[in-house]
């Protein structure tokens, strides 16, 4: 029905996995902004498609018996958190249900166990790495903080944010004065001038090391020793400052050439009795701790024996081959980023591992150039970025036949897509665990495991 104010009542029904709340109206499935399963809405709809429309909710008429008060101030502004609003275990049970359903629907999957998520044991604070963007307004005022919910040219100031630290938020607070008060500009992705582009912050759960990194645009950090030495005064936590320069269009996080201003310019993290540096523009798992359990998933759907080869493909920085070394008598990580590679063959020196070798390429690649023969049929994992297996890695994978294979997604969509074509080449996948990294948000991990028939 529509409302005398043009608003039409919906009943939500379901989330959606891009983090959206679904309803039906006359047919046609409605993608909301707002709202929570069991909710009545009085909604906008702002765009209509030929299947579905889109809406946003503009007044809860009958709220859900599990929707809770978000602890951040900036909640319904931040496009952060998605689900702060429903209570965790409901997140969690939405979750399992969104992969089901794209093992269903996507894959064509009926009979698969999905076990319950492996939960977070503390749902805020979890965060190692936050990036905070630099803005200027129309009115020329700097701005430091996160992007407004859909849109990538707002930045509200951030006052306080519950996924990393209260320390983080110490040190956002402070930049932002600093540069207010020597008058430094902030970048203007529109006409490309300014300074101050990004605020990177890491820190780790174990070691207790934080690193600062700004990223800048070209030139030198103005007041540069002004900088760090009231920086490291106001906040002695800090173990390192970097500064990345970068003159690129693309506004990412990463700069171009890079220039230690205080510490030794990485920070040390550890994970199941392993020690692993992480530099600026090192990947590594965003919660340390949950990355244990994740790992330890994987490595008991694994089942790795003494006389097992392991090709390790999409390695990263080496953190699942390293943590497997010990258990197996080989492993091969293979990874397209070079600087990935370096820091995995320094992480793997650091922990003293003499079994494990690194190979610097895309996947598909080293799969077609290396004999079958060579690699003999050795057990595979693989951990991919969010869109999945390339169809040719999957096809060298399946040529190197190996026995098991284990996969870590972030993605279930594009999980239930390969699944698929693994299951036409004659593997099973008996199970799915997820395993929670990021409460309060649409982003899930799971890890299968595949047997060959």
């Given at each position: 029905?529509?409302t005398?104010?043009?608003?039409v ?5 379901d989330l ?6 679904v309803?039906?109206l006359?047919g ?9 399963p ?6 906008e709809i702002?765009q ?5 429309d ?10 859900s ?10 909640f ?11 209570d965790y ?13 794209c093992l269903e629907?996507l894959g ?7 076990a319950?998520?492996?939960r ?5 604070w979890?965060?190692n790495?936050?990036e905070f963007s ?7 005022t700097?701005?430091?903080?996160l992007?407004?919910?859909g849109?990538?040219d707002?930045?509200?100031d951030l ?5 990393q ?20 500009s ?30 800048t645009n ?6 540069v020793d002004?900088?760090?030495?009231e ?5 002695p936590?800090?173990?390192?400052i970097?500064?990345n320069?970068t ?5 990412v996080?990463v ?8 510490g030794?310019?990485?920070i040390e993290?550890e ?5 692993f540096l ?7 798992q ?13 490595f008991?759907m694994l ?7 392991v090709?390790d493909l999409?390695c ?28 995995a ?11 494990i ?13 290396t ?7 050795p ?9 999945g297996?390339?169809p040719k890695a999957i096809?060298?994978i399946?040529t190197?036949?190996?026995e098991k ?10 999980f239930a ?16 665990r997820?395993v ?11 890890v299968?495991r595949?047997?060959?028939?």
């Amino acid at each position: 029905m529509t409302t005398p104010d043009k608003l039409v009542k919906l009943e939500i029904v379901d989330l959606a996995f891009d983090g959206k709340s679904v309803a039906h109206l006359n047919g046609k499935v409605v993608f909301l902004k707002g709202g929570l399963p069991g909710e009545t809405v009085e909604a906008e709809i702002v765009q209509s498609r030929r299947t579905f429309d889109k809406a946003l909710v503009h007044r809860i008429i009958k709220k859900s018996e599990h929707r809770i008060e978000a602890r951040c101030s900036h909640f319904n502004q931040c496009g952060g958190c998605t689900w702060q609003d429903l209570d965790y275990e409901q997140q969690l049970l939405f979750k399992h249900k969104q992969i089901v359903d794209c093992l269903e629907r996507l894959g064509g999957f009926k009979d698969i166990e999905v076990a319950p998520l492996l939960r977070v044991e503390e749902p805020f604070w979890y965060r190692n790495k936050m990036e905070f963007s630099f803005h200027v307004d129309d009115d020329d005022t700097l701005r430091l903080g996160l992007h407004e919910r859909g849109r990538f040219d707002r930045i509200f100031d951030l006052s306080k944010c519950y996924l990393q630290s209260e320390l983080s938020n110490q040190v956002v607070t402070w930049v932002r004065n600093f540069a207010l008060e020597n008058d430094i500009s902030a970048y203007n992705v529109k006409t490309h001038e300014g300074y101050l582009r990004f605020l990177v912050i890491r820190e780790t759960a174990r070691t207790d090391q934080l690193m600062v990194n700004l990223v800048t645009n070209q030139g030198d950090f103005p007041d540069v020793d002004k900088l760090v030495a009231e920086m490291t005064s106001a906040i002695p936590e800090i173990t390192t400052i970097i500064h990345n320069r970068t003159g690129k269009v693309s506004n990412v996080a990463v700069g171009e050439t890079e220039e230690i201003l205080f510490g030794p310019g990485y920070i040390e993290e550890e994970l199941s009795g392993r020690r692993f540096l992480i530099r600026a523009n090192s990947f590594f798992q965003t919660n340390s701790l949950q990355a244990e359990k994740l790992y330890g998933v994987a490595f008991e759907m694994l089942d790795p024996k003494p006389d097992e080869r392991v090709l390790d493909l999409f390695c990263g920085a080496g953190t699942i081959g390293i943590l497997l070394a010990d258990k197996v008598a080989e492993v091969l990580g293979v990874e397209l980023v070079e600087d990935a590679i370096e820091a995995a063959s320094r992480n793997a020196a650091i922990n003293d591992i003499d079994n494990i070798t690194f190979f610097c390429g895309h996947v598909r690649d080293f799969l077609k150039q290396t004999p079958p023969e060579q690699l003999g049929q050795p057990t595979v994992i693989v951990d991919p970025p969010r869109a999945g297996l390339h169809p040719k890695a999957i096809k060298r994978i399946i040529t190197v036949r190996p026995e098991k294979l284990v996969y870590i997604s972030c993605n279930p969509a594009t999980f239930a897509r390969d699944a698929k074509l693994l299951t036409e080449a004659g593997y099973t996948l008996p199970q799915v665990r997820p395993v929670d990294m990021f409460p309060h948000t649409m982003h899930i991990e799971l890890v299968g495991r595949f047997y060959r028939s």
